[in-house]
């Protein structure tokens, strides 16, 4: 089957570098990716990491390991707006078949 | 361009009604996902489309139909609600080209209560 694991929470300082971890099972693998969701809110896509190696947007970076089945989305110069839940999502064989993980909701304290 | 659309946004059934969720995009993408949203639990795939006539299944798609009769169009059934259906229900698409699918987009979401 397939699954993914992701912390919680995870507690930050506004204007500091937070790590959001994700490790993964899957059979076949064609990427991960990253999503943002604000309360009540739609999920909206950050970025996606088919190959090993860092992926940056803005504030924003992703990366992967594919030997590791691991990957990381790491936020920074963190703003009180970026308090929301992250979800990691890994598109597994067939390509079109997205798992989402259970999401890791990000405080940002003044 | 209004992006994915989903119509209603809210709803409360009593155990065994039916409903359809209709979600509608107008950016031509080939797939269309239903998911679920429950606390603590992320976003779980209930069926989904990769092109007009066709349909699949998900991880959860037990007590749920869907069609696709048209491109933009991708609408899901209940046909007994059930407590159990309690749950924000979001539609998505995502462009595909050879092979490659990329991102989802999602549409507001529809909270629909079963008691």
């Known amino acids: 089957g397939q699954s993914l694991e992701q912390p919680s929470e995870v507690t930050a300082v506004e204007g500091a570098i937070v790590q959001i971890n994700c490790t993964y099972q899957t059979s076949g693998f064609y990427g991960l990716s990253w999503y943002q969701q604000h309360d009540g809110g739609a999920p909206t896509f950050l970025s996606y990491n088919a190959l090993d190696g860092l992926e940056e947007t803005g504030r924003f970076s992703s990366f992967l390991s594919r030997s590791d089945s691991y990957g990381y989305l790491l936020l920074q110069e963190l703003q009180m707006k970026d308090s929301a839940s992250y979800f990691c999502?890994?598109?597994?064989?067939?390509?079109?078949?997205?798992?989402f993980g259970a999401g890791t909701r990000l405080f940002v304290k003044a | 361009n209004a992006g994915v659309t989903q119509t209603p946004k809210f709803r409360v059934l009593k155990t065994g009604q039916s409903m359809t969720l209709l979600c509608a995009q107008d950016?031509?993408?080939?797939?269309m996902y239903w998911y679920r949203q429950d606390p603590g639990m992320g976003l779980r795939l209930i069926h989904y489309s990769v092109g007009e006539g066709t349909t699949a299944k998900g991880e959860v798609p037990d007590g749920y139909n869907v069609s696709r009769l048209k491109k933009q169009n991708f609408l899901l059934g209940l046909e007994s609600a059930a407590p159990s259906q309690t749950s924000v229900y979001f539609c998505?698409?995502?462009?595909?080209?050879?092979?490659?699918?990329?991102?989802?987009?999602f549409g507001p979401g529809t909270r629909l209560t079963v008691t």
């Open positions: 950016m031509n993408h080939e797939y």
């Open positions: 999502a890994v598109r597994g064989t067939g390509g079109f078949k997205t798992i």
């Open positions: 998505a698409s995502s462009y595909s080209s050879s092979g490659i699918t990329y991102e989802q987009y």
